[in-house]
């Protein structure tokens, strides 16, 4: 069973930046997707960011372009996601999520169904 283990959410003010980390435990794919997903109170989870485990294959929302960047370390089965110049919209639990795959081409990254694997979330809180 796969475990995603994030860490590094935290009260930030407007302008400010974070780093978060998911670990993934286990991991037998060799090729797969890791993503970030966040959800504000009273609103759908949503996709913020996806990265496969080779060149190419990075997606972002638009909400976060430029300000956001996904990372992986796949030795360690980790990926991050440096938040800069943050704003109080982006508040919300960040989710981790992963799935295994066999190519980059993943127009569908954002959607909720599309992942077989979820860590518990951390929260990210943004002040104006």
């Known amino acids: 069973q796969v475990q995603l283990v994030e860490s590094g959410g935290g009260s930030v003010q407007a302008g400010g930046s974070l780093r978060l980390s998911c670990a993934a435990s286990?991991?037998?794919?060799?090729?797969?997707?890791m993503a970030w997903f966040r959800q504000a109170p009273g609103k759908e989870r949503e996709g913020v960011a996806a990265?496969?485990?080779?060149?190419?294959?990075?997606y972002y929302a638009d909400s976060v372009k430029d300000r956001f960047t996904i990372s992986r370390d796949n030795a360690k089965n980790t990926v991050y996601l440096q938040m800069n110049r943050l704003k109080p919209e982006d508040t919300g639990m960040y989710y981790c999520?992963?799935?295994?795959?066999?190519?980059?081409?993943?127009?569908?990254?954002?959607?909720?169904?599309?992942?077989?694997?979820w860590g518990q979330g951390t929260q990210v809180t943004v002040s104006s």
């Open positions: 286990t991991y037998t794919y060799s090729s797969n997707f």
């Open positions: 999520a992963a799935r295994p795959a066999s190519s980059w081409y993943f127009p569908h990254w954002y959607g909720v169904d599309e992942y077989n694997y």
């Open positions: 990265k496969y485990t080779g060149s190419g294959g990075t």
